[in-house]
Protein backbone atom coordinates (compact mmCIF):
# COMPACT_ATOMS: atom_id res chain seq x y z
CA UNK A 1 0.00 0.00 0.00
CA UNK A 2 1.65 3.31 -0.84
CA UNK A 3 -0.11 7.01 -1.04
CA UNK A 4 2.35 8.95 -2.05
CA UNK A 5 5.04 8.56 -4.66
CA UNK A 6 8.20 10.11 -5.65
CA UNK A 7 9.00 10.85 -8.97
CA UNK A 8 12.73 10.09 -9.79
CA UNK A 9 12.68 12.38 -13.15
CA UNK A 10 12.17 15.76 -14.89
CA UNK A 11 10.24 17.42 -17.30
CA UNK A 12 7.08 15.88 -19.77
CA UNK A 13 7.20 12.41 -17.94
CA UNK A 14 7.23 13.79 -14.78
CA UNK A 15 4.27 15.85 -15.57
CA UNK A 16 2.93 12.93 -17.14
CA UNK A 17 3.18 10.39 -14.33
CA UNK A 18 2.07 13.51 -11.90
CA UNK A 19 -1.65 13.62 -14.07
CA UNK A 20 -2.08 9.93 -13.54
CA UNK A 21 -0.79 9.89 -10.48
CA UNK A 22 -3.18 12.78 -9.41
CA UNK A 23 -6.51 11.02 -10.80
CA UNK A 24 -5.84 7.77 -9.24
CA UNK A 25 -5.69 10.16 -5.99
CA UNK A 26 -2.11 9.48 -5.04
CA UNK A 27 0.19 12.41 -3.81
CA UNK A 28 3.10 13.10 -5.49
CA UNK A 29 6.81 14.33 -4.78
CA UNK A 30 8.98 16.04 -7.13
CA UNK A 31 12.54 15.91 -7.05
CA UNK A 32 15.01 18.87 -8.76
CA UNK A 33 18.67 19.56 -10.14
CA UNK A 34 19.71 22.95 -9.89
CA UNK A 35 18.82 23.61 -13.08
CA UNK A 36 15.45 22.95 -12.86
CA UNK A 37 14.42 25.01 -9.80
CA UNK A 38 11.56 26.42 -11.86
CA UNK A 39 11.08 24.16 -13.78
CA UNK A 40 7.27 23.17 -14.44
CA UNK A 41 6.96 18.98 -12.99
CA UNK A 42 8.34 21.44 -10.07
CA UNK A 43 5.11 23.24 -9.78
CA UNK A 44 2.47 20.59 -10.70
CA UNK A 45 3.95 18.04 -7.99
CA UNK A 46 2.27 18.40 -4.12
CA UNK A 47 5.70 18.48 -3.35
CA UNK A 48 9.43 18.98 -4.26
CA UNK A 49 13.16 18.15 -3.00
CA UNK A 50 16.16 19.80 -3.93
CA UNK A 51 18.67 17.25 -5.51
CA UNK A 52 21.29 19.96 -6.20
CA UNK A 53 23.66 20.38 -8.63
CA UNK A 54 22.74 20.49 -12.22
CA UNK A 55 24.88 17.94 -14.03
CA UNK A 56 22.84 14.72 -14.17
CA UNK A 57 25.39 12.43 -11.97
CA UNK A 58 25.09 15.25 -9.14
CA UNK A 59 21.38 14.99 -9.26
CA UNK A 60 18.93 12.74 -10.66
CA UNK A 61 21.82 9.75 -11.41
CA UNK A 62 22.53 9.92 -7.53
CA UNK A 63 20.79 7.27 -5.66
CA UNK A 64 21.72 8.59 -2.43
CA UNK A 65 20.22 11.84 -3.11
CA UNK A 66 16.81 10.50 -4.64
CA UNK A 67 16.24 8.00 -1.22
CA UNK A 68 17.06 10.98 1.05
CA UNK A 69 14.55 13.06 -0.55
CA UNK A 70 11.90 9.83 -0.39
CA UNK A 71 12.71 9.86 3.11
CA UNK A 72 12.52 13.36 3.64
CA UNK A 73 9.13 13.95 1.67
CA UNK A 74 7.49 10.42 3.12
CA UNK A 75 6.79 8.82 -0.16
CA UNK A 76 6.84 5.34 -0.07
CA UNK A 77 6.79 4.35 -3.83
CA UNK A 78 9.10 5.62 -6.29
CA UNK A 79 8.64 6.05 -9.99
CA UNK A 80 11.44 6.18 -12.30
CA UNK A 81 9.74 7.43 -15.61
CA UNK A 82 12.66 7.15 -18.27
CA UNK A 83 15.97 7.70 -18.52
CA UNK A 84 18.06 8.28 -15.87
CA UNK A 85 18.36 5.58 -13.19
CA UNK A 86 14.43 3.99 -14.67
CA UNK A 87 17.00 0.97 -15.69
CA UNK A 88 19.13 0.82 -13.29
CA UNK A 89 19.04 -2.57 -11.18
CA UNK A 90 21.28 -0.94 -8.23
CA UNK A 91 18.45 2.07 -7.96
CA UNK A 92 15.53 -0.56 -7.32
CA UNK A 93 17.48 -2.81 -5.07
CA UNK A 94 18.35 0.45 -2.84
CA UNK A 95 14.35 1.41 -3.24
CA UNK A 96 13.28 -2.31 -1.67
CA UNK A 97 16.25 -1.99 1.22
CA UNK A 98 14.92 1.43 2.00
CA UNK A 99 11.75 0.07 2.01
CA UNK A 100 9.83 1.75 -0.83
CA UNK A 101 8.05 0.35 -3.50
CA UNK A 102 9.91 0.67 -6.95
CA UNK A 103 7.32 1.07 -9.50
CA UNK A 104 8.84 -0.91 -11.93
CA UNK A 105 10.30 -4.55 -13.28
CA UNK A 106 12.29 -6.77 -10.16
CA UNK A 107 15.93 -5.96 -10.30
CA UNK A 108 16.84 -9.30 -11.78
CA UNK A 109 15.09 -8.74 -14.73
CA UNK A 110 16.46 -4.73 -14.95
CA UNK A 111 20.32 -6.32 -14.48
CA UNK A 112 19.43 -9.28 -17.32
CA UNK A 113 17.66 -6.96 -19.78
CA UNK A 114 19.93 -3.51 -19.25
CA UNK A 115 23.12 -5.46 -20.88
CA UNK A 116 22.31 -6.22 -24.32
CA UNK A 117 24.91 -9.04 -24.47
CA UNK A 118 23.36 -11.03 -21.51
CA UNK A 119 19.68 -9.99 -23.12
CA UNK A 120 20.70 -11.36 -26.36
CA UNK A 121 22.33 -14.47 -25.01
CA UNK A 122 19.44 -15.05 -22.62
CA UNK A 123 16.67 -14.56 -25.71
CA UNK A 124 18.45 -16.93 -27.71
CA UNK A 125 18.27 -19.46 -24.72
CA UNK A 126 14.43 -18.70 -25.34
CA UNK A 127 14.19 -19.43 -28.70
CA UNK A 128 13.51 -15.56 -29.48
CA UNK A 129 15.21 -14.87 -32.91
CA UNK A 130 17.85 -12.77 -32.45
CA UNK A 131 20.34 -10.44 -34.78
CA UNK A 132 23.64 -12.79 -35.83
CA UNK A 133 26.46 -11.11 -34.26
CA UNK A 134 28.88 -11.47 -31.33
CA UNK A 135 28.17 -10.62 -27.52
CA UNK A 136 31.08 -12.32 -25.82
CA UNK A 137 33.12 -11.28 -22.83
CA UNK A 138 36.42 -10.71 -24.54
CA UNK A 139 36.54 -7.36 -25.53
CA UNK A 140 39.72 -6.68 -27.00
CA UNK A 141 39.93 -5.24 -30.22
CA UNK A 142 41.59 -8.79 -31.97
CA UNK A 143 38.52 -10.61 -30.65
CA UNK A 144 36.50 -8.01 -32.36
CA UNK A 145 37.79 -7.41 -35.60
CA UNK A 146 38.21 -11.22 -35.89
CA UNK A 147 34.52 -11.65 -35.31
CA UNK A 148 33.35 -8.26 -37.32
CA UNK A 149 35.02 -10.41 -40.22
CA UNK A 150 33.10 -13.64 -39.53
CA UNK A 151 29.92 -11.84 -38.94
CA UNK A 152 31.07 -9.37 -42.33
CA UNK A 153 29.56 -6.18 -43.31
CA UNK A 154 27.91 -3.81 -42.39
CA UNK A 155 27.88 -4.62 -39.22
CA UNK A 156 26.74 -2.48 -36.09
CA UNK A 157 28.59 -2.07 -32.92
CA UNK A 158 27.02 -1.25 -30.04
CA UNK A 159 27.37 -0.54 -26.56
CA UNK A 160 26.20 -3.25 -24.58
CA UNK A 161 24.67 -1.21 -21.62
CA UNK A 162 23.08 1.45 -23.15
CA UNK A 163 19.99 2.65 -25.65
CA UNK A 164 19.11 5.78 -27.18
CA UNK A 165 21.57 5.87 -30.18
CA UNK A 166 24.68 6.38 -27.88
CA UNK A 167 28.07 4.56 -28.18
CA UNK A 168 26.05 2.93 -31.58
CA UNK A 169 28.23 2.64 -34.88
CA UNK A 170 27.38 1.69 -38.80
CA UNK A 171 30.45 0.40 -40.18
CA UNK A 172 30.58 -0.45 -43.50
CA UNK A 173 33.75 -0.34 -44.45
CA UNK A 174 36.49 -2.62 -42.44
CA UNK A 175 38.90 0.11 -42.93
CA UNK A 176 36.77 1.94 -40.07
CA UNK A 177 36.14 -0.58 -37.55
CA UNK A 178 38.72 0.49 -35.39
CA UNK A 179 38.12 4.15 -35.35
CA UNK A 180 34.42 2.62 -34.79
CA UNK A 181 35.40 1.01 -31.57
CA UNK A 182 37.38 3.46 -30.10
CA UNK A 183 34.81 5.85 -30.49
CA UNK A 184 31.50 3.95 -29.31
CA UNK A 185 33.53 2.59 -26.46
CA UNK A 186 34.27 6.11 -25.38
CA UNK A 187 30.79 7.36 -25.98
CA UNK A 188 29.52 4.35 -24.09
CA UNK A 189 31.94 5.02 -20.90
CA UNK A 190 30.68 8.39 -21.08
CA UNK A 191 26.51 7.84 -20.84
CA UNK A 192 26.53 4.82 -19.32
CA UNK A 193 29.89 4.02 -17.51
CA UNK A 194 30.80 0.54 -19.28
CA UNK A 195 32.67 0.41 -22.61
CA UNK A 196 31.36 -3.30 -23.34
CA UNK A 197 30.55 -3.46 -26.90
CA UNK A 198 28.32 -5.57 -28.82
CA UNK A 199 28.39 -6.61 -32.61
CA UNK A 200 25.49 -6.97 -34.95
CA UNK A 201 25.03 -7.98 -38.55
CA UNK A 202 23.84 -4.53 -40.04
CA UNK A 203 19.83 -5.28 -41.12
CA UNK A 204 19.44 -2.91 -44.08
CA UNK A 205 16.66 -0.97 -44.15
CA UNK A 206 14.40 -2.32 -42.09
CA UNK A 207 11.75 -1.24 -40.30
CA UNK A 208 12.09 -0.74 -35.90
CA UNK A 209 8.95 -2.12 -34.62
CA UNK A 210 8.48 -2.61 -30.62
CA UNK A 211 5.82 -4.53 -28.56
CA UNK A 212 4.42 -3.36 -25.84
CA UNK A 213 4.00 -6.45 -22.97
CA UNK A 214 2.88 -5.97 -19.16
CA UNK A 215 2.86 -8.08 -16.54
CA UNK A 216 1.89 -8.41 -13.18
CA UNK A 217 2.74 -10.19 -9.54
CA UNK A 218 -0.09 -13.03 -10.63
CA UNK A 219 1.52 -14.67 -13.16
CA UNK A 220 -0.36 -12.61 -16.33
CA UNK A 221 1.34 -11.76 -19.44
CA UNK A 222 0.00 -9.78 -22.19
CA UNK A 223 0.54 -7.54 -25.24
CA UNK A 224 -0.69 -4.21 -26.24
CA UNK A 225 0.13 -4.61 -30.15
CA UNK A 226 2.70 -3.01 -31.79
CA UNK A 227 4.33 0.81 -32.73
CA UNK A 228 6.19 1.56 -35.71
CA UNK A 229 9.52 3.65 -34.77
CA UNK A 230 11.38 3.23 -37.70
CA UNK A 231 11.74 7.47 -38.54
CA UNK A 232 15.30 7.83 -36.84
CA UNK A 233 17.96 10.08 -36.61
CA UNK A 234 21.33 9.26 -35.19
CA UNK A 235 19.39 5.87 -34.20
CA UNK A 236 17.17 8.04 -32.07
CA UNK A 237 13.43 7.78 -32.70
CA UNK A 238 11.78 11.15 -34.00
CA UNK A 239 8.17 9.85 -35.33
CA UNK A 240 6.34 6.93 -33.82
CA UNK A 241 2.95 5.46 -34.69
CA UNK A 242 0.52 2.84 -33.92
CA UNK A 243 -0.06 0.43 -35.57
CA UNK A 244 2.94 -0.24 -37.74
CA UNK A 245 2.01 -0.18 -42.07
CA UNK A 246 3.51 -3.36 -42.45
CA UNK A 247 2.09 -5.49 -39.98
CA UNK A 248 -0.49 -7.96 -40.79
CA UNK A 249 -2.97 -9.40 -37.94
CA UNK A 250 -1.05 -12.20 -38.24
CA UNK A 251 2.22 -10.79 -37.75
CA UNK A 252 1.20 -9.32 -34.63
CA UNK A 253 0.02 -12.41 -33.16
CA UNK A 254 3.17 -13.97 -33.74
CA UNK A 255 5.23 -10.95 -32.70
CA UNK A 256 3.50 -10.80 -29.63
CA UNK A 257 3.51 -14.36 -28.90
CA UNK A 258 7.33 -14.06 -28.83
CA UNK A 259 7.29 -10.90 -27.24
CA UNK A 260 5.12 -12.58 -24.04
CA UNK A 261 7.63 -15.72 -23.85
CA UNK A 262 10.73 -13.53 -24.00
CA UNK A 263 8.69 -11.46 -20.81
CA UNK A 264 7.98 -14.87 -19.20
CA UNK A 265 11.31 -16.10 -19.41
CA UNK A 266 12.85 -14.03 -17.18
CA UNK A 267 10.14 -13.76 -14.61
CA UNK A 268 9.02 -9.93 -15.77
CA UNK A 269 6.38 -7.74 -13.47
CA UNK A 270 5.24 -3.97 -15.10
CA UNK A 271 5.39 -2.51 -18.40
CA UNK A 272 8.25 -3.20 -20.74
CA UNK A 273 9.07 -3.77 -24.33
CA UNK A 274 10.58 -5.95 -27.01
CA UNK A 275 12.07 -4.10 -29.61
CA UNK A 276 12.37 -5.77 -32.72
CA UNK A 277 14.17 -5.33 -36.68
CA UNK A 278 11.56 -6.28 -39.10
CA UNK A 279 12.84 -6.89 -42.54
CA UNK A 280 11.18 -6.63 -46.00
CA UNK A 281 10.40 -9.88 -46.10
CA UNK A 282 8.30 -10.33 -42.50
CA UNK A 283 11.49 -11.59 -40.58
CA UNK A 284 11.83 -9.90 -37.21
CA UNK A 285 14.83 -10.07 -35.03
CA UNK A 286 15.41 -9.18 -31.14
CA UNK A 287 16.93 -5.75 -30.73
CA UNK A 288 16.54 -5.58 -26.88
CA UNK A 289 14.34 -5.04 -24.02
CA UNK A 290 13.04 -1.55 -22.58
CA UNK A 291 12.15 -2.57 -19.00
CA UNK A 292 10.02 0.66 -18.04
CA UNK A 293 7.72 2.63 -19.93
CA UNK A 294 8.50 3.78 -23.21
CA UNK A 295 8.46 7.16 -24.89
CA UNK A 296 6.38 6.65 -27.34
CA UNK A 297 3.58 4.98 -25.33
CA UNK A 298 1.12 7.45 -25.91
CA UNK A 299 0.60 6.10 -28.82
CA UNK A 300 -0.45 2.75 -27.50
CA UNK A 301 -2.52 4.38 -24.93
CA UNK A 302 -4.51 6.34 -27.89
CA UNK A 303 -5.49 3.26 -29.85
CA UNK A 304 -6.29 1.14 -26.45
CA UNK A 305 -8.09 3.45 -24.80
CA UNK A 306 -5.87 2.53 -21.60
CA UNK A 307 -3.94 4.61 -19.07
CA UNK A 308 -0.58 2.65 -19.15
CA UNK A 309 0.24 4.82 -15.94
CA UNK A 310 -2.27 3.86 -14.19
CA UNK A 311 -1.84 0.05 -15.04
CA UNK A 312 2.30 0.54 -13.72
CA UNK A 313 0.20 2.19 -10.21
CA UNK A 314 -1.99 -0.85 -10.17
CA UNK A 315 0.48 -3.76 -10.44
CA UNK A 316 2.53 -1.88 -8.22
CA UNK A 317 -0.03 -1.57 -5.68
CA UNK A 318 -0.40 -5.79 -6.12
CA UNK A 319 -3.33 -5.29 -8.15
CA UNK A 320 -3.89 -8.07 -11.45
CA UNK A 321 -3.85 -6.24 -14.54
CA UNK A 322 -6.95 -4.60 -15.43
CA UNK A 323 -7.63 -7.03 -18.89
CA UNK A 324 -6.94 -10.29 -20.35
CA UNK A 325 -5.34 -10.70 -24.46
CA UNK A 326 -8.77 -11.28 -25.83
CA UNK A 327 -10.02 -8.08 -24.13
CA UNK A 328 -7.09 -5.67 -25.77
CA UNK A 329 -9.16 -3.63 -28.21
CA UNK A 330 -7.24 -1.15 -31.01
CA UNK A 331 -9.09 1.40 -32.28
CA UNK A 332 -7.84 3.93 -35.16
CA UNK A 333 -4.03 4.88 -35.50
CA UNK A 334 -2.10 7.33 -33.59
CA UNK A 335 1.19 8.97 -34.76
CA UNK A 336 3.60 10.85 -32.39
CA UNK A 337 6.29 13.36 -33.07
CA UNK A 338 9.24 14.50 -30.52
CA UNK A 339 9.94 18.28 -30.12
CA UNK A 340 13.98 18.09 -29.99
CA UNK A 341 15.40 21.49 -28.82
CA UNK A 342 18.38 20.38 -31.52
CA UNK A 343 19.05 22.45 -35.01
CA UNK A 344 18.18 19.68 -37.66
CA UNK A 345 19.93 21.80 -40.61
CA UNK A 346 23.57 21.83 -38.44
CA UNK A 347 23.72 18.38 -38.24
CA UNK A 348 20.69 17.89 -35.42
CA UNK A 349 23.03 19.49 -32.53
CA UNK A 350 21.33 20.32 -29.52
CA UNK A 351 20.15 23.55 -28.35
CA UNK A 352 19.87 25.05 -24.94
CA UNK A 353 18.87 28.50 -23.95
CA UNK A 354 15.48 30.59 -23.34
CA UNK A 355 12.64 28.88 -24.50
CA UNK A 356 11.01 32.54 -25.36
CA UNK A 357 7.68 31.65 -26.33
CA UNK A 358 5.47 28.15 -26.36
CA UNK A 359 2.07 27.97 -27.29
CA UNK A 360 1.11 24.56 -27.44
CA UNK A 361 -1.29 23.66 -30.37
CA UNK A 362 -5.10 22.66 -29.42
CA UNK A 363 -6.90 19.63 -30.96
CA UNK A 364 -3.99 16.96 -30.70
CA UNK A 365 -2.31 15.44 -27.41
CA UNK A 366 1.12 17.45 -26.19
CA UNK A 367 3.04 15.80 -23.22
CA UNK A 368 5.48 18.39 -21.76
CA UNK A 369 6.75 20.06 -19.61
CA UNK A 370 7.33 23.80 -20.56
CA UNK A 371 6.24 27.58 -20.19
CA UNK A 372 7.12 30.60 -21.88
CA UNK A 373 10.72 32.67 -20.86
CA UNK A 374 11.68 28.95 -19.17
CA UNK A 375 15.60 28.25 -19.47
CA UNK A 376 16.09 24.46 -21.35
CA UNK A 377 19.42 23.61 -20.06
CA UNK A 378 22.01 21.68 -21.67
CA UNK A 379 22.28 19.01 -19.23
CA UNK A 380 19.73 16.84 -20.16
CA UNK A 381 17.97 14.90 -23.39
CA UNK A 382 17.17 17.68 -25.87
CA UNK A 383 13.66 15.90 -26.31
CA UNK A 384 11.29 18.83 -24.45
CA UNK A 385 7.88 17.74 -25.53
CA UNK A 386 5.68 15.27 -27.66
CA UNK A 387 2.51 16.13 -30.14
CA UNK A 388 0.34 12.80 -30.72
CA UNK A 389 -2.46 12.80 -33.02
CA UNK A 390 -4.89 10.12 -33.39
CA UNK A 391 -7.68 9.05 -36.16
CA UNK A 392 -9.77 6.82 -37.42
CA UNK A 393 -7.46 6.29 -40.19
CA UNK A 394 -3.40 6.76 -40.66
CA UNK A 395 -4.03 9.51 -42.93
CA UNK A 396 -6.67 11.13 -40.40
CA UNK A 397 -4.15 11.54 -37.53
CA UNK A 398 -0.86 11.77 -39.94
CA UNK A 399 -3.13 15.07 -41.25
CA UNK A 400 -3.89 16.10 -37.73
CA UNK A 401 -0.36 15.84 -36.86
CA UNK A 402 0.60 17.78 -39.51
CA UNK A 403 -1.62 20.35 -38.60
CA UNK A 404 -0.87 20.87 -34.84
CA UNK A 405 3.07 20.85 -35.73
CA UNK A 406 2.42 23.64 -38.19
CA UNK A 407 0.29 25.77 -35.28
CA UNK A 408 3.04 24.84 -32.33
CA UNK A 409 4.48 28.17 -31.45
CA UNK A 410 8.06 27.34 -29.83
CA UNK A 411 10.50 30.12 -30.20
CA UNK A 412 14.03 31.30 -28.47
CA UNK A 413 15.48 28.04 -28.86
CA UNK A 414 15.83 26.32 -32.41
CA UNK A 415 13.86 23.39 -32.29
CA UNK A 416 12.87 20.23 -35.34
CA UNK A 417 8.92 21.37 -35.40
CA UNK A 418 9.40 22.46 -39.50
CA UNK A 419 11.70 19.32 -39.56
CA UNK A 420 9.35 16.94 -38.26
CA UNK A 421 6.20 18.41 -40.52
CA UNK A 422 8.88 17.65 -43.45
CA UNK A 423 8.74 14.49 -42.68
CA UNK A 424 5.01 13.76 -42.17
CA UNK A 425 4.62 15.22 -45.08
CA UNK A 426 6.71 13.51 -47.74
CA UNK A 427 4.82 11.51 -50.22
CA UNK A 428 6.98 8.58 -49.12
CA UNK A 429 5.74 8.71 -44.91
CA UNK A 430 2.09 9.21 -46.27
CA UNK A 431 2.23 6.53 -47.99
CA UNK A 432 3.69 4.41 -45.31
CA UNK A 433 6.43 3.75 -46.63
CA UNK A 434 9.43 3.87 -44.35
CA UNK A 435 12.21 2.33 -42.68
CA UNK A 436 15.42 3.50 -40.29
CA UNK A 437 16.78 4.48 -43.31
CA UNK A 438 13.99 7.06 -44.20
CA UNK A 439 15.78 10.07 -43.04
CA UNK A 440 19.24 9.30 -44.85
CA UNK A 441 17.22 8.37 -47.58
CA UNK A 442 15.30 11.32 -47.97
CA UNK A 443 16.97 13.79 -45.80
CA UNK A 444 20.53 13.48 -46.65
CA UNK A 445 23.02 15.62 -44.85
CA UNK A 446 24.03 17.62 -47.45
CA UNK A 447 20.67 18.35 -48.91
CA UNK A 448 19.25 19.27 -45.48
CA UNK A 449 19.03 22.96 -45.81
CA UNK A 450 16.33 25.00 -43.42
CA UNK A 451 13.92 26.55 -45.91
CA UNK A 452 14.37 30.26 -46.83
CA UNK A 453 11.63 32.44 -46.10
CA UNK A 454 9.44 33.50 -48.43
CA UNK A 455 10.22 37.42 -49.41
CA UNK A 456 7.22 38.56 -47.78
CA UNK A 457 7.94 37.16 -44.16
CA UNK A 458 11.30 38.87 -44.46
CA UNK A 459 9.16 41.96 -45.28
CA UNK A 460 7.39 41.34 -42.25
CA UNK A 461 10.93 41.14 -39.93
CA UNK A 462 11.98 44.14 -41.46
CA UNK A 463 8.32 45.91 -40.43
CA UNK A 464 8.44 44.40 -36.75
CA UNK A 465 11.91 45.52 -36.27
CA UNK A 466 11.05 48.74 -37.52
CA UNK A 467 7.91 49.04 -35.08
CA UNK A 468 10.10 48.17 -32.38
CA UNK A 469 12.79 50.70 -32.92
CA UNK A 470 10.02 53.50 -32.67
CA UNK A 471 8.29 51.92 -29.42
CA UNK A 472 11.18 54.01 -27.87
CA UNK A 473 10.21 57.47 -30.06
CA UNK A 474 7.82 59.42 -28.71
CA UNK A 475 4.09 59.06 -30.24
CA UNK A 476 3.91 62.28 -31.46
CA UNK A 477 7.31 62.42 -33.55
CA UNK A 478 6.59 58.88 -34.60
CA UNK A 479 6.32 58.60 -38.11
CA UNK A 480 6.74 62.43 -38.54
CA UNK A 481 8.47 63.77 -41.92
CA UNK A 482 8.57 67.21 -42.74
CA UNK A 483 8.03 66.52 -46.35
CA UNK A 484 7.26 63.49 -48.05
CA UNK A 485 7.71 59.99 -46.80
CA UNK A 486 11.49 58.62 -46.78
CA UNK A 487 12.40 54.81 -47.72
CA UNK A 488 14.37 54.03 -44.49
CA UNK A 489 17.25 50.96 -45.26
CA UNK A 490 16.96 47.84 -42.88
CA UNK A 491 19.60 45.37 -42.56
CA UNK A 492 19.01 41.85 -41.29
CA UNK A 493 20.78 38.61 -40.87
CA UNK A 494 20.33 35.56 -40.82
CA UNK A 495 22.86 33.23 -40.15
CA UNK A 496 25.60 34.17 -42.85
CA UNK A 497 22.92 35.37 -45.00
CA UNK A 498 21.98 39.20 -45.23
CA UNK A 499 18.59 40.63 -46.18
CA UNK A 500 18.66 44.50 -47.36
CA UNK A 501 15.65 46.14 -47.41
CA UNK A 502 14.39 49.52 -47.82
CA UNK A 503 10.60 50.80 -45.59
CA UNK A 504 8.95 53.32 -46.35
CA UNK A 505 5.78 54.60 -43.79
CA UNK A 506 2.99 54.94 -46.05
CA UNK A 507 0.08 55.77 -43.66
CA UNK A 508 -0.68 54.31 -40.22
CA UNK A 509 0.19 50.62 -39.75
CA UNK A 510 0.83 50.81 -43.33
CA UNK A 511 4.30 50.08 -44.67
CA UNK A 512 6.25 49.29 -48.15
CA UNK A 513 9.25 46.92 -48.11
CA UNK A 514 11.08 47.08 -51.19
CA UNK A 515 14.31 44.41 -51.74
CA UNK A 516 16.27 43.06 -54.46
CA UNK A 517 13.24 40.05 -54.41
CA UNK A 518 10.27 42.72 -54.97
CA UNK A 519 8.22 44.96 -53.53
CA UNK A 520 5.32 44.50 -50.59
CA UNK A 521 2.51 46.69 -48.88
CA UNK A 522 1.86 45.38 -45.98
CA UNK A 523 -1.15 46.46 -43.79
CA UNK A 524 -0.45 45.44 -39.82
CA UNK A 525 -4.24 44.85 -38.83
CA UNK A 526 -2.91 43.80 -35.21
CA UNK A 527 0.07 42.97 -33.35
CA UNK A 528 -0.19 42.07 -29.38
CA UNK A 529 0.66 39.96 -27.11
CA UNK A 530 3.21 38.01 -30.18
CA UNK A 531 0.74 37.58 -32.43
CA UNK A 532 0.38 39.62 -35.44
CA UNK A 533 -2.30 39.74 -38.27
CA UNK A 534 -1.48 41.50 -41.34
CA UNK A 535 -2.57 42.10 -45.31
CA UNK A 536 -0.40 41.70 -48.19
CA UNK A 537 -0.81 40.72 -51.53
CA UNK A 538 -4.80 41.07 -50.67
CA UNK A 539 -4.49 38.15 -48.15
CA UNK A 540 -5.03 38.26 -44.71
CA UNK A 541 -3.05 36.23 -43.04
CA UNK A 542 -0.83 35.78 -39.39
CA UNK A 543 2.28 35.02 -37.55
CA UNK A 544 3.82 34.67 -34.37
CA UNK A 545 6.97 36.61 -33.64
CA UNK A 546 8.90 37.04 -30.39
CA UNK A 547 11.33 39.71 -29.63
CA UNK A 548 15.20 39.27 -27.93
CA UNK A 549 17.47 42.09 -27.76
CA UNK A 550 18.41 42.70 -31.67
CA UNK A 551 17.20 39.63 -33.11
CA UNK A 552 13.14 38.62 -33.91
CA UNK A 553 12.10 35.12 -34.12
CA UNK A 554 9.18 35.26 -36.06
CA UNK A 555 6.75 32.01 -37.42
CA UNK A 556 4.48 32.71 -40.17
CA UNK A 557 3.15 29.61 -42.83
CA UNK A 558 4.92 26.40 -41.09
CA UNK A 559 8.07 28.29 -41.39
CA UNK A 560 9.79 29.87 -38.74
CA UNK A 561 13.37 31.98 -38.69
CA UNK A 562 15.39 34.30 -36.86
CA UNK A 563 16.82 37.73 -37.78
CA UNK A 564 19.05 39.98 -36.04
CA UNK A 565 18.90 43.63 -37.47
CA UNK A 566 22.58 44.39 -38.08
CA UNK A 567 21.42 47.64 -39.72
CA UNK A 568 24.03 49.21 -37.85
CA UNK A 569 26.53 46.67 -37.94
CA UNK A 570 29.50 47.30 -41.16
CA UNK A 571 29.19 44.22 -43.22
CA UNK A 572 32.98 44.19 -43.74
CA UNK A 573 33.62 44.18 -39.70
CA UNK A 574 31.14 41.12 -39.47
CA UNK A 575 32.43 39.43 -42.56
CA UNK A 576 35.40 39.69 -40.78
CA UNK A 577 34.42 38.69 -37.18
CA UNK A 578 33.21 35.59 -38.97
CA UNK A 579 36.32 34.08 -40.12
CA UNK A 580 38.02 34.71 -36.90
CA UNK A 581 35.78 33.58 -34.27
CA UNK A 582 34.79 29.54 -33.56
CA UNK A 583 32.21 30.16 -31.29
CA UNK A 584 29.93 27.37 -29.28
CA UNK A 585 26.92 26.11 -31.58
CA UNK A 586 25.46 24.91 -28.46
CA UNK A 587 25.71 25.46 -25.01
CA UNK A 588 27.84 22.50 -23.16
CA UNK A 589 31.14 21.44 -21.52
CA UNK A 590 33.90 21.34 -22.87
CA UNK A 591 35.42 17.76 -22.70
CA UNK A 592 38.44 18.04 -24.52
CA UNK A 593 40.81 20.35 -26.41
CA UNK A 594 43.22 19.48 -29.59
CA UNK A 595 44.65 22.87 -29.93
CA UNK A 596 46.67 25.42 -28.21
CA UNK A 597 48.01 29.21 -28.47
CA UNK A 598 49.69 29.60 -31.65
CA UNK A 599 49.73 26.36 -33.19
CA UNK A 600 48.62 26.45 -36.92
CA UNK A 601 45.84 24.81 -37.68
CA UNK A 602 44.06 23.46 -40.94
CA UNK A 603 40.56 24.14 -42.35
CA UNK A 604 38.21 20.88 -40.74
CA UNK A 605 41.42 19.84 -38.44
CA UNK A 606 39.78 18.92 -34.90
CA UNK A 607 39.95 21.46 -32.73
CA UNK A 608 38.45 20.04 -29.34
CA UNK A 609 34.98 18.09 -28.29
CA UNK A 610 31.48 19.47 -26.63
CA UNK A 611 29.68 17.70 -25.06
CA UNK A 612 25.69 18.73 -24.63
CA UNK A 613 22.17 16.75 -24.21
CA UNK A 614 24.28 13.30 -23.77
CA UNK A 615 26.05 13.77 -26.99
CA UNK A 616 29.42 14.41 -28.16
CA UNK A 617 30.59 16.81 -31.00
CA UNK A 618 33.46 17.84 -32.51
CA UNK A 619 34.66 21.21 -33.16
CA UNK A 620 36.63 21.80 -36.22
CA UNK A 621 38.82 24.60 -37.80
CA UNK A 622 36.36 27.00 -40.64
CA UNK A 623 39.70 27.84 -42.26
CA UNK A 624 43.51 27.35 -42.27
CA UNK A 625 45.45 29.88 -39.84
CA UNK A 626 47.24 30.50 -36.35
CA UNK A 627 45.64 30.37 -33.10
CA UNK A 628 45.69 33.93 -31.34
CA UNK A 629 43.62 32.72 -28.34
CA UNK A 630 42.04 29.73 -26.73
CA UNK A 631 39.57 30.83 -24.30
CA UNK A 632 38.41 27.54 -22.67
CA UNK A 633 40.07 23.95 -21.16
CA UNK A 634 38.46 20.57 -20.23
CA UNK A 635 35.24 20.91 -17.96
CA UNK A 636 34.41 24.66 -18.81
CA UNK A 637 30.80 25.28 -18.97
CA UNK A 638 30.18 27.42 -22.29
CA UNK A 639 26.97 29.44 -24.02
CA UNK A 640 25.72 29.29 -27.50
CA UNK A 641 27.55 31.62 -29.23
CA UNK A 642 30.53 32.26 -26.60
CA UNK A 643 33.87 32.53 -28.34
CA UNK A 644 35.83 29.54 -28.27
CA UNK A 645 38.87 30.03 -30.28
CA UNK A 646 40.28 33.27 -32.26
CA UNK A 647 42.17 33.19 -34.95
CA UNK A 648 44.43 35.15 -36.88
CA UNK A 649 43.13 37.56 -39.16
CA UNK A 650 43.37 36.43 -42.93
CA UNK A 651 45.55 37.97 -44.85
Known amino acids: MFRKILIANRGEIACRVIRTARALGYRTVAVYSDADREAEHVRQADEAVPLGGSAPAQSYLSIERLLEAARRSGAEAVHPGYGFLSENAEFAEACAAAGLIFIGPPPEAIRLMGNKAAAKRRMIEANVPCVPGYQGAAQDDATLIAEAQRIGFPLMVKAAAGGGGRGMRLVEDPADLVAALAAARSEATTAFGSSELILERAILRPRHVEIQVFADRHGNV ?281 LTVCAPDRYRAVSREGEWTLEILEAQDGRVVFMADGVRRQARYVFDETRVFLQQGGGEWCFEDVTLVSTRASEHEGEARVTAPMNGAVVAVFVEAGQQVRRGERLLVLEAMKMEHEITAPRDGRILRLTVAPGKQVKQRELLIELEPAS
Not at 268 to 294: H, I, K, P
Open 222 to 502: IHLGERDCSIQRRHQKVIEEAPSPAVTPALRERMGEVAVAAARAIGYVGAGTLEFLLAEDGSFYFMEMNTRLQVEHPVTEEITGQDLVAWQLQVAAGEPLPLAQHEIRWQGWAIEARLYAEDPYHGFLPQAGRLIAWDPPAGVRVEHGLRAGQEIPPFYDPMIAKLVAHGRTREEARRRLLHALEDCVALGVNTNRSFLAACLDHPEFAAGRTSTAFIDTHFPPQELTPPPPPPVSVALAAVLAFRRMEEGVAPSLREWRSTAPVPVPLKLARGDQRHELT
